[in-house]
């Protein structure tokens, strides 16, 4: 598992989709803090590392990525962190299209 602030070369995700999954990286990110944690069999486990870190929860939002995707395919909204009814979010994707863009904004200008 691995935090990034800064941006990294899209490449790694190559070797990290290997790890768990064969062609997709989970992650979380932090919507505020703009870091993203990737590498885990579980959501849960990067949502930790990056409290742990610092990032409050209600910041954190799932996410998986496949890098030998490109354009809508490459990002997947779906985790079970981010069922929280308290803040109106009911389902395992991010409903909020304004979130859903923050995202991808922040892996984009990670993700080189």
């Not at 070797?15 to 990286?25: A, E, N, R």
């Not at 505020?32 to 939002?61: C, F, P, Y």
């Amino acid at each position: 598992m691995v935090i990034y602030s800064e941006p990294f070369d899209k490449k790694i995700l190559l070797d990290l989709q290997t790890h768990y999954f064969g062609d997709m990286v989970k992650g979380v990110v932090d919507v505020v803090e703009k870091k993203i944690a990737l590498d885990a069999e579980m959501h849960a486990d990067l949502e930790t590392m990056l409290l742990e870190s610092g990032s409050r929860q209600e910041n954190l939002w799932g996410i998986n990525l496949y890098p030998e995707m490109a354009g809508e395919d490459f990002l997947e909204f779906d985790s079970l962190i981010n069922i929280r009814p308290n803040q109106g979010n009911r389902s395992r994707g991010v409903e909020d299209p304004a979130i859903r863009n923050t995202i991808a904004e922040i892996v984009n200008s990670l993700c080189k």
